[in-house]
């Protein structure tokens, strides 16, 4: 049932950013404005449309031959041989030299979205990976990214435990979000959420799910199971 309300999940998730991706293109005045526009689509894998875009920039533009190069690029490129090669090894040589968000790029194009996930998490872009896993990845891969995500979260230079369990509840991993409850001392809190989570048939009785519940709720030497 999780996998299921994930996959739903993943599936509003897109639908929505290209909603929102259409609100910007309608608004747009600018070639800034469209260069965000089409820089979202090509994350979003919808490459036609983004290849328009790149291909309204103005001769007098100073980045009129890049974007067309760009286009060329998109409406070409293969996600298999030699050409994945060669685009796997500019893009990381673009990353290693400042340019992440074009390396991310050109990732996408090749389907390496996961890889473009791991950098964009390297160099400390932990929000705009999660929201490329959550549009471009499947659900384990998507769920891999967000799991490291948690994982820094809780670590000790940044301690967002409280949005680690948030990330961590999106998941579905319910006896983890128990767990850290009851490391932040929120132990009627860790209860409340086990019992609720045993109610409605998201989680088993267990031997963890009872060392979080039977000491708060529970007489003592009874258990959930």
């Known amino acids: 049932m ?18 929102r991706v259409h609100l910007q293109e309608v608004k747009r005045s600018s070639y800034d404005h469209t260069k965000k526009c089409a820089d979202q689509l090509l994350l979003l894998g919808q490459t036609d449309r983004a290849v328009q875009l790149l291909l309204e920039t103005s001769a007098d533009n100073p980045s009129y031959y890049c974007d067309s190069l760009k286009a060329c690029l998109v409406t070409t490129i293969t996600s298999s041989g030699p050409s994945q090669s060669t685009i796997k090894l500019v893009a990381t040589n673009m990353i290693a030299n ?9 990732l996408c194009l090749i389907d390496k979205a996961a890889d473009a996930c791991r950098y964009l998490q390297t160099y400390g872009e932990w929000n705009r990976a999660a ?36 990330v961590l509840l999106s998941l579905g991993c319910f006896y983890r979000v128990g767990e850290m409850l009851h490391s932040m001392r ?28 039977k000491d708060h709720f529970c007489p003592t030497g009874t258990s959930l199971t």
Request: proline share 2%.
């Open 98 to 106: 400042g340019k992440l968000a074009e390396g991310v790029q050109l």
């Open 131 to 166: 929201w490329l896993a959550k549009v471009r990845l499947n659900p384990s891969e998507s769920s891999d990214v967000l799991k490291r995500w948690a994982e820094h979260l809780c670590s000790p230079q940044v301690n967002h435990k409280s949005k680690a369990i948030l």
């Open 2 to 19: 999780v996998v299921v309300v994930v996959i739903v999940v993943i599936v509003v998730v897109v639908k929505f950013q290209l909603d």
């Open 186 to 213: 929120q132990f009627d809190r860790a209860a409340l959420f086990i019992e609720a989570c045993l109610k409605y048939g998201v989680m088993e009785a267990n031997e963890t799910s009872n060392i979080l519940y």
